[in-house]
């Protein structure tokens, strides 16, 4: 985020704000993965909203520090509530996905700037954005069930909304790493620019959106998500319950340890 360019809008960390004429921008700043937490994620969207309010901001452009957009949650954190560690009932929406659900909410259109992978949840995160403009190096990747349980972050509705069900299932069944070609193909991302000009594409789009009626906009943006924000808190409901279930499975822990000893799982269905 350059100074000299943007006005400096104080934020709570890890997440900063800037105004750079019309386009607000959300940097996540936890490199070099952005492993997502509650904390991150209540920040951003404090930021939505803080810019939601500002008459001088028509589109929100959100981008990271580091190599990754979001590499998911952090599962060697035994605090990590995305992780299953955090006691909660069965029927108790993830707190973490309560924060998504206020991203969906948003009102200006958003752009995310996705330079490395987007795993996981850090793939919801990218699906928050209208648009995504990536590069070849990025990798994307619906992995739950390679790790032994259900997607969340609204995922299994945002998903399929973008690349259609078939495509959708493909990336949740395997658990597959889209690089940013494939991504662009697919329709999962939008426009594909070498990394070191991922965040300066972004921007040029999000000029390009700010030039345009703001009202206007925002108004043909509402209609065509119509539906869309209480789908997701409809659906963060269900994937949580989901997901508290399959945390107290033997897969779940199989498919813990197999990540971080970069091996295959080997599960049995319990």
Known sequence: MTAAL?????????????LDGHVGI?????????FFDQEMLSGIADAFEMFETNPECRVIVLCAQGTSFCAGAD????????SGNVHRSPRAVNPIYGEAARLFAATKPVICAVQGPAIGGGLGLAMVG??????????FAANFSRLGFHPGFGLSVTLPRV???QKAQMMFFTGRRIGGEEAVSMGLADVLVPREQVREEAMKMAREIAISAPLAVQAVRATLRAGLVE??????????????????????????????????????GR
């Open 231 to 268: 789908q997701i808190r409809s659906m963060v409901a269900h994937e949580s319950m989901q997901q508290t279930q399959h945390y107290q499975t033997e897969d779940f822990k199989e498919g813990i340890a197999a990540s971080a000893a970069r091996r295959d799982p080997v599960f049995k």
């Open 26 to 34: 959300v940097e996540v700043q936890k490199p070099p993965h952005n």
């Open 6 to 18: 943007s006005a400096v809008i104080p934020a709570t960390p890890p997440v900063a704000m800037a």
């Open 130 to 139: 209208d648009f995504r403009v990536t590069c070849p190096e990025a990798k």
């Open 75 to 82: 599962f060697s954190r035994r605090d990590n509530a995305a």
């Open 163 to 165: 690349v259609g069900i």
